[in-house]
């Protein structure tokens, strides 16, 4: 089992910027492709943001294509969401999710682990 607990949300104006903390207890964190979903009021969950095993590779939504960035830290079993120029539309619950290697990362249905999701709420 990999347990997940998401920090760091909360009120901003917008073109402001938050980051957001998952960290990861239980089995190997490392040998998990983390990923960032979030999912606003009336709207399905949508994936924002996946990082590999070692960090070397990302993927990024294109509506936060150069804002976000998605980064990790193995030696201290944690994945970040940087989020900058944020706007209204950002906001929304932002869940942390991991997954072995080999499962497409944008569809929700190949992540096994879950947080429990944090409030991102960005104020014009």
């Known amino acids: 089992q990999v347990q997940l607990v998401e920090s760091g949300g909360g009120l901003v104006q917008a073109g402001g910027s938050l980051r957001l903390s998952c960290a990861a207890s239980g089995r190997s964190f490392s040998d998990k492709v983390m990923a960032w979903f979030r999912q606003a009021p009336g709207k399905e969950r949508e994936f924002v943001a996946g990082i590999s095993m070692s960090g070397a590779v990302t993927k990024s939504a294109d509506s936060v294509q150069g804002r976000f960035i998605i980064s990790r830290d193995n030696a201290k079993n944690t994945v970040y969401l940087q989020m900058n120029s944020l706007n209204v539309e950002d906001t929304a619950v932002y869940y942390c999710?991991?997954?072995?290697?080999?499962?497409?990362?944008?569809?929700?249905?190949?992540?096994?682990?879950w947080g429990q999701g944090i409030q991102v709420t960005v104020s014009s």
């Open positions: 999710a991991a997954q072995r290697s080999g499962g497409a990362w944008a569809l929700p249905e190949k992540y096994s682990y």
